[in-house]
């Protein structure tokens, strides 16, 4: 998928950028750094005919509003850059009924994540989902990891990797990534009510912790959390049960995705 519009996802790249700034304070929290920075893309098996469908419904459904209104259901505003054509699907054809299989990290709130009554949830299984009905395919959620979406495309586990998913090639790799449609950050967050309003003042405060290697591995390149903080909490249940741990003043910061702290400060 290609994203003709750059001016847009520069503009998005720079509100991310803009609210992972060190002290800015977003709803009833404040940003004290930004740890890594990740853009969010679709994978395919190359050759694949469930690319065209797929991209023709995404950019029908950018046209027509619905992708605006989803990104405003889970986020505090629209930061996403699909690409937009009304008429879309006319250049590819009525496809034959299906079953999309569709890999998402299901840890990956609020993207996709399970939910308390076990259904598949979040901004990304929602537009799957609005593909799917577009195309009148049924969409069927299999749980992926990022490091293993090309492997699970290869074998046929899924038909498409879309849910929380940060992609990149390796040399070799014969597979097709969409341009990026939203930006995200890992971040340092503590409430903007909290005494702590910088990194220095995590001095002898506690931080909390996704148990996912990618958070510990943020972590643990950054000198200032090894050296700072007084506590470090491994924490299961990502990001709703570390903004629950902010949230009810268990920790004194957290470690989160930025989309997750757009979702909490809508």
Not at 162 to 167: C, E, I, K
Not at 232 to 256: P, S, Y
């Amino acid at each position: 998928m290609r994203v003709r519009k750059a001016a847009a996802l520069a503009a998005v790249l720079a509100l991310m950028l803009a609210l992972a700034s060190c002290g800015e304070t977003v709803g009833s929290y404040r940003v004290l750094d930004t740890l890594a920075e990740q853009q969010f893309s679709i994978g395919y098996r190359s050759g694949d005919n469930v690319q065209p469908y797929v991209e023709a419904a995404i950019r029908e459904l950018a046209a027509d509003g619905t992708m605006h209104s989803l990104a405003l259901k889970w986020f505090a505003e629209d930061d996403t850059s699909f690409p937009s054509r009304a008429g879309a699907l006319e250049s590819v054809g009525t496809p034959a009924p299906r079953t999309l299989l569709v890999g998402v990290d299901k840890d990956a709130f609020p993207m996709s994540y399970i939910d308390e009554n076990g259904a598949y949830a979040g901004f990304d299984v929602d537009a799957a989902n609005a593909v799917c009905q577009r195309l009148g395919w049924t969409a069927q959620f299999i749980p992926i990891k990022g490091e293993d979406a090309f492997v699970e495309l290869s074998s046929g586990n899924v038909d498409v990797a879309w849910g929380g998913l940060s992609l990149t090639l390796g040399e070799g790799e014969d597979y097709v990534i969409s341009e990026p449609y939203m930006s995200n950050s890992v971040l340092v967050v503590t409430r903007a009510s909290s005494d702590v309003r910088s990194m220095r003042g995590l001095s002898g405060a506690s931080l909390a912790v996704d148990v996912e290697q990618k958070y510990i591995d943020a972590v643990l390149a950054n000198e200032d959390l090894m050296e700072r903080p007084d506590q470090i909490k491994r924490v299961t249940g990502g990001a709703q049960a570390l903004f629950n741990e902010l949230n009810n003043a268990q920790v004194d910061a957290i470690v989160v995705y930025s989309v997750a702290l757009q979702y909490y400060a809508k």
